[in-house]
C-alpha cells in the first residue's frame, strides 16, 4: 500500500506541477500585458496542450515575453517563501512546485527554440541576447534543484521506503482534479 500511495502522490504532483506551471507562466504573460496596455486576445490552457497567451496590439513585446518566465517563477517561489515563514503544513509541496516552476521556466528560456512563435523566439527577435536568457536560464534552473535537494524523502523515496504522508496525497489529487477540471472548464479565454 505504501508504494501504492507514493505513486499517486509522484504522478499526480509532477501533472498537478507540470499544469500549474503552464498557469503560472501565462499568468506572467497577462500581467505583463495589463501592465504596458498589451492587448490579450486569449489565453489557452488545456490538459493536453502546450499553454500559449496570444496577443495583438503589443507596445512593449519585450516587457510581456519576458514576464511570462519571470512571474511564473516569482509567484511560486513567493508562495512558498510564505508558506515557510507561516508555517503551513505540507510546505515541502510548495518548495517542490516553486523548484518545478524555476527548472522549467530556466531550462525553456535558456535553451528554447531561437525561432518562431514561442517566447525565446520572441525575446530573440525582439533584442535579448542569448547570453541573457542562458544566464537566466541556469540561475532559476539552479535555484530551482536547490530547492529540490533533500526533497525526496517526502515523497518517499531513500530512507523512506514509499512511506508519504497520506494527506498530502490526497491533497495533490485534489489539487490535480481541480487544476485538470479548471482548465477544461475555462481552459481557452
Not at 510581456?64 to 512571474?71: D, E, F, K, L, S
Not at 515541502?92 to 525565446?120: K, M
Not at 530512507?159 to 472548464?185: C, D, H, N, Q, Y
Amino acid at each position: 500500500m505504501k508504494r501504492i500511495e507514493q505513486t499517486i502522490l509522484i504522478v499526480t504532483f509532477l501533472a498537478f506541477s507540470w499544469l500549474a506551471m503552464q498557469a503560472m507562466h501565462e499568468l506572467g504573460h497577462v500581467i505583463g500585458a495589463r501592465l504596458t496596455k498589451a492587448e490579450v486576445t486569449s489565453v489557452t490552457l488545456h490538459p493536453c496542450i502546450i499553454s500559449r497567451t496570444d496577443l495583438g496590439h503589443n507596445p512593449h513585446p519585450l516587457v510581456v515575453v519576458w514576464a511570462g518566465p519571470v512571474i511564473g517563477s516569482a509567484l511560486p517561489l513567493l508562495a512558498f517563501l510564505v508558506g515557510k515563514v507561516c508555517r503551513a503544513p505540507g510546505v515541502y509541496l510548495f518548495r517542490f512546485f516553486a523548484g518545478f516552476c524555476l527548472i522549467a521556466n530556466g531550462i525553456y528560456i535558456a535553451f528554447g527554440p531561437s525561432a518562431g512563435a514561442a517566447d525565446t523566439g520572441v525575446m530573440i527577435q525582439h533584442g535579448s541576447p542569448h547570453w541573457i536568457m542562458i544566464i537566466f536560464g541556469l540561475l532559476t534552473a539552479l535555484l530551482g534543484m536547490y530547492l529540490w535537494h533533500r526533497q525526496g524523502e517526502r515523497f518517499g523515496l531513500g530512507e523512506a521506503k514509499g512511506t508519504v504522508s497520506r494527506k498530502a496525497t490526497v491533497v495533490s489529487v485534489l489539487l490535480l482534479a481541480a487544476i485538470v477540471g479548471g482548465e477544461l472548464i475555462i481552459g481557452h479565454k
